[in-house]
């Protein structure tokens, strides 16, 4: 953390040098900067460019990353900013906002529903059958009760991620078939019907969902990766206020 912040002090110090010796009105826009940057780094597609209220930096888009950028493109800071006051990462906080999935943009058709108790909260995974974080965070779900959880099947991994899927979601209970095979390694049978895999993983590429499992809150929060049920439960409880 504490190199970054070091990091980010010394760009600063080269930017006020860098803007003091220059004209006023000479800086680019975000659109010049995001059509150079582009150039500059092979072809990559930036999603946004936008000026900062910090160090006369631009905030620089690009897929599920953020970089930092001067005015004049002299320098650029991959990094996280930390806000020193509070030490709250601005820039975590900014992938969240810019990762954010709306609940209502999901394809719910498209995932099978597990209920918990009464069900009141919602979770959104996309998932592997094969991934093993996605069995870790299954052991932790079945300790969160008063939840619904909509499993959309993302066989990424293997082509036989791929057939296990399809098994599960053509059982006749498709939650118990997960589950069976998740928490008990129970094998689902091999069958074959229509499912939503491909409109899943179209969904998935849209929304640069790259890795599993990725779960999606109601306020739109993305998180990736397994987590624990006490942090699953803070998260929850959070949306709940929202």
């Not at 959104?124 to 619904?148: G, H, M």
């Not at 118990?176 to 689902?188: E, H, Q, Y």
């Amino acid at each position: 953390m504490f190199k970054r912040l070091v990091v980010l002090v010394v760009l600063g110090s080269s930017l006020a040098l860098a803007q003091a010796a220059e004209p006023a009105g000479k800086f680019a826009t975000e659109n010049v900067i995001k059509h150079t940057l582009e150039d500059r780094l092979g072809g990559a597609k930036i999603d946004s460019v936008i000026k900062t209220p910090y160090l006369g930096l631009y905030e620089v888009h690009i897929g599920s990353e953020i970089i930092y950028t001067d005015a004049k493109m002299n320098y650029i800071f991959n990094g996280s900013i930390i806000d020193v006051k509070t030490m709250e990462n601005l820039t975590q906080k900014r992938l969240s906002e810019l990762n954010a999935i709306s609940w209502n943009d999901l394809p719910l058709d498209a995932a099978f529903k597990t209920v918990h108790g009464k069900g009141k909260r919602v979770l959104a995974v996309f998932v592997d059958p094969n991934c093993p974080y996605c069995k870790r965070f299954e052991k932790e779900l079945v300790k969160v009760d008063d939840i619904t959880v909509y499993t959309f099947l993302f066989p990424i991994l293997s082509q036989d991620s791929h057939q296990k899927a399809q098994a599960i979601w053509c059982s006749a209970d498709k939650s118990k078939a997960w589950s069976d095979w998740m928490l008990n390694g129970k094998v689902p049978v091999a069958a074959k019907c229509d499912t939503p895999i491909a409109q899943n993983l179209a969904f998935a590429r849209k929304n640069n969902i790259t890795g599993t499992p990725t779960l999606i809150f109601a306020n739109g929060q993305r998180v990736p990766g397994a987590i624990s049920a006490e942090r699953l439960e803070k998260m929850l409880a959070l949306n709940e206020k929202k």
